[in-house]
């Protein structure tokens, strides 16, 4: 697997200047240097998942497995994939509207359930595709085309709520940082459980926000991941601009954490339903076919 094996005839149709472009680019990286190595993952063991949304074209420039939701449906097609076939490995892409509006209640219960899967948002604040509408991650003030006035709701500081809901592995990168986005990226695939990544992806052309976060992304040190009140602090440290300080008001600049914020080991959701994680490939298939078994027979 190379990066050229990734490719395909599909033009793309982002923006020029898109913050989904270094995005799709190091998610190429890391494909790539998970089919490396002494453990290589196969091209036909991954499986990307998208919404609906700017976003979502990015398993179209991406040549392998995919499948395009409903809107909002990101994580329980995702879901059934990774419980049909435990074997894979799972990505899902989400935009914020997409992910964390109309797929809300779905995201909780994937992070509650610890589901194996890698889930990367696309968070540009605001609905590109349907140009320029206001977003659940949007600025208070914020003026888009259904807010001429200034948006009148604080946004939704997803990662906390994520927290509070028990995920296992959240992180946020910066589109305009590749490196670091490739350092989190793996890290969430190889986590074993449900990995939420936030990514501060830029839409030049509707919500224009790289000024906004150079002068405030740092990327945390001296942090514990695995301590729950250290990790709070550091996700409640930015408020999406919720205040009066928020996107573009010109007041004081608030400080924007970048890095994994929290990660801890926990049983997944496949694991509980086969307790005898310990079992071959086979025994595991065969365990699973009885208890399908079992749901039909009682659901008559």
């Known amino acids: 697997m190379t990066a050229h094996n990734f490719e395909t005839s ?10 989904n472009f270094p995005l799709l680019n190091t998610v190429k990286t890391v494909l790539q240097e ?41 994580l329980p097609v995702a879901t059934g994939i990774k419980l049909a076939n435990p074997d894979l490995e799972v990505i899902g892409f ?12 779905h995201l909780i219960y994937a992070a509650k359930r610890n589901i194996d899967i890698t889930v990367i948002i696309h968070n540009n604040r605001v609905y590109s595709l349907t ?4 977003s659940p991650t949007s600025p208070l003030g914020f003026p888009g085309r ?31 940082e590749p490196e ?10 190889d986590h074993r459980g449900f990995a939420l990544v936030d990514i501060l992806q830029v839409c030049v052309t509707f919500n224009n926000l790289h000024k906004y976060y150079a ?3 740092y990327t945390v040190t001296d942090h514990d991941p695995a301590d729950y009140l250290q990790a709070l602090n550091k996700i409640k440290e930015w408020d999406y601009g919720a205040g009066t300080g928020g996107a573009g008001s010109g007041e004081e600049k608030e400080r924007i954490p970048l890095g994994i914020l929290y ?38």
Request: hydrophobic letters at 35%; a neutral charge.
């Open 10 to 19: 599909v033009l793309n149709t982002w923006c020029p200047g898109c913050g």
């Open 34 to 74: 998970l089919g490396e190595g002494e453990s290589p993952t196969r091209p036909e063991n991954l499986v990307l998942v998208a919404g609906i949304g700017c976003h979502g074209k990015i398993v179209d420039y991406l040549n392998l497995n995919s499948f395009y939701s409903i809107h909002g449906r990101v």
């Open 94 to 105: 989400a935009g914020d509207g997409d992910a964390y509006g109309e797929g809300l209640e």
């Open 131 to 134: 140009t320029g509408q206001f």
């Open 146 to 176: 259904s807010t001429p006035a200034g948006s009148p709701e604080p946004p939704l500081n997803p990662l906390e709520l994520l927290l509070a809901g028990g995920a296992t592995f959240l992180a946020r990168g910066f589109s305009s």
């Open 180 to 189: 670091q986005m490739k350092q989190i990226f793996r890290e969430a695939i």
């Open 215 to 217: 002068e405030r992304v």
């Open 263 to 300: 990660k801890r080991e926990a049983p997944t959701f496949d694991r509980r339903l086969s307790p005898g994680g310990g079992r071959s490939r086979a025994a595991t298939q065969e365990h699973r076919e009885a208890l399908i078994e079992k749901i039909l027979a009682n659901s008559k």
